[in-house]
């Protein structure tokens, strides 16, 4: 008979699931603390209870006869059992039948009713090819005293999100900016509080200000604790529509939300994408390589191993341009500031240069950063513009700088607007501001007449096979060559219509108009240039 133990480690915390129990533990937890608590805080206390209750239950088991459930074994209608996988609970067998499954050897069927009345399950009996027979020979007396950040170590992410989605459905806790607290020991705030923070974001122009500095001027009652009322103002201010969290990881700032900016809001028109199938398989590893240098935030690509440190340069796409953005790509995020939960997180820009500041936002769901517009005017940044973003050791700032901020004319590649709206390129000699990447730059004559060109026009409405190649055709008419890099098409075509590397490299390898005349560059096949 396999005598009941206390079932392996790797099996009990690999199938950790929370019981009513521990929501209980919970709930008590923060009751007791009467602070909130982060996730990780939540986990090591409960994983650390949990050591306890088995430690308790392997004393009781010492002397315990009760015949623990093995799949290999053989069993009677009545008899009593501990199921180990089952955090040890314990079950009678109502039945017994045989299984009925001819792609297995002959084995049977218990249905088993448990203590807690949480309704009859079926296991294998008389199963001799069962894992669990393996398991339960193996298993002995097993020591429960490893610490609970071991646990955590090798199985936190595993417990951390049963245990969230668990409270997410409970009416007991509530979250704000990665916390929780019991709603029992919330404060009441009421409307009129509501509105005084209204009025004093108002005042700050919309924010952001802390907590702190909103509960100061909302005439709360006296002698509440000051934890206890800054996490109800918090949670208060959360479920209200006006207000919107834009604080970094780890610090709650409130804004006004009809005072943000409406391109954090909604995304610029001229970053607008909808998503498009196309065959990424063949993409090859040169075009693979391409994509992941071009920082693009639509793009499908991992982020690197380490972040960059030292900082990342960058050429500044069209669209981006215009709209006054940064793409916050797999490369950039690193960066910039996040957040537990707030879709949008204002922080401060500063010109490395100038050392000017100013305010930028990121906007976490569509992966850009807003707020450079002006900057960009002023430091004369051009589409294809190089720009160098770096971490500051200030909390809360990203430093910015323009690559060699001088004026010089070059012969660069302009848009040009025909007699009938329609978008195209040509190549001029034109002021530039800065230093820039020679195949995504893409200078303007008449930024008024693109606008009015971008908006009203059908290009932008065209598929994107169409799209890609009209502007093949405008930019292979620029070389004596006839022959466009990848990069260069991926620029222009984001002058018309906002789409990532992937479905424009794609249809140059799918496509039999272009062939590739190596390093990156292709050329429309001869029968296809004599259409042209």
Known sequence: MHKASAPAPELYWAEFDVRQQDLEFIDNLLLEREVPLMMEEMSEALVAHRLELLQIEQESRSNSELKAYVPGDEYEVGESLVFQSLDNRVGTVSSIREANNPDLPPFEVIQVSFEDRSGPKEFAARFHEHALNLVATETGETDFATSPEYILERYGPLITSKIEARLQESTDTVRIAGRWFHSGLLADISEGHLNLAEAVLDVAEGGPLPTRSLAEHMELPAGLDPLLTEFSVDFALQEDERFDEVGPAGKVLWYLKRLEPDDVLQVPERLAYTPRAYDRERLTEELLALEQSLDDELSEVKA???????????????????AGTLPLSARLQPLFPTAYEAPRIRFILVDER??????????????YVYGLGDWYSSNDVPAGGLIKITPSETEGEVLLQALEPRQRNDWIRMVTIDDAGNIGFTVLKHPVGTAYDERMMVGQIDEQALDEAWENGEQRRMSPERLTSQVFRELAKLNPQASVHAKSLYSAVNVIRRLPPGPIFAELVTQSTYEHVGDLYWKLNESEWKRA
């Open 304 to 322: 690197p191993d380490t972040a960059a440190t030292e900082g990342i340069t960058l050429p500044i796409l069209f669209p981006h341009r215009k």
């Open 354 to 367: 100038t050392r000017d500041r100013f305010p930028g936002w990121v906007v976490r769901e569509e992966r």
